[in-house]
């Protein structure tokens, strides 16, 4: 069985004070149903965990309503760090589940051949993620004004979600995590943590997140 969690408890304050932006309208809908109808269309996925919010429940069942899913959902409500709220979700998904993907729910365009390719990378290693190999060039700064040093960008990544893992190691990591009170930006560097490999999955096509409010028109267009 496979699961997917969508973390979708985030405020986004880089787009702007009092702005959700999960329910910008984008293309029809808003953003985090574009998302959910991505994963609810994944073949491999079985159920689906929305990770949102105290107090949003109300909201989500309102847009469930909307939507033509065929997944069985589920809410858990997120924690004050990301790596908290994926936590919940770990404990909301089905005890069956072998396979867990991890998408943010503000990145609307994935394709469903790449939440495939990551989760068969899961399978395999134990922990894969999307990620584009970075085309411009890459400096270091030191002191945020004057260049460091230059970077090899033949060598850098820019990873993206889903990050797919085996649930047994994902738990495992984020539990290193907890018990050592890191604090981590991402699912994979909790991996990294305990050693665990990260197999990279090559993301190809567009896979925009929306942080800032210039993205959704390019996302507009994606969509289209």
Not at 61 to 77: G, N, S
Request: hydrophobic content about 45%; overall charge negative; some cysteine.
């Amino acid at each position: 069985m496979t699961s997917a969690i969508i973390v979708a408890a985030g405020r986004g304050t880089r787009m702007g004070p009092n702005i959700d932006k999960l329910f910008l309208e984008v293309s029809g809908a808003p953003v985090v149903a574009h998302t959910w109808e991505r994963f609810d269309d994944a073949e491999s996925i079985d159920e689906i965990v929305l990770v949102i919010r105290e107090g949003m429940k109300t909201t989500f069942e309102d847009l469930a309503a909307t939507l033509e899913l065929q997944k069985p959902y589920r809410f858990a409500i997120g924690g004050k760090e990301r790596q908290d709220s994926v936590w919940n979700g770990l404990q909301a998904i089905a005890p069956a589940a072998e396979l867990v993907a991890i998408q943010d729910a503000a990145r609307p365009c994935t394709p469903l051949d790449l939440i495939e390719a990551t989760l068969e990378a899961a399978r395999e290693t134990g922990a894969a993620v999307a990620a584009q190999r970075v085309s411009d060039t890459i400096k270091q700064s030191d002191d945020g004004q004057t260049v460091a040093r230059h970077l090899d960008r033949s060598r850098l990544w820019a990873v993206q979600t889903p990050q797919a893992f085996r649930t047994a190691i994902i738990r495992k990591a984020l539990s290193a995590v907890r018990e050592k009170g890191l604090l981590v930006t991402d699912d994979t560097a909790a991996c990294e943590s305990i050693g665990q490999p990260v197999r990279l999955v090559e993301s190809t096509k567009p896979n925009p997140k929306v942080t800032v409010p210039a993205d959704l028109h390019y996302i507009e267009l994606l969509l289209r």
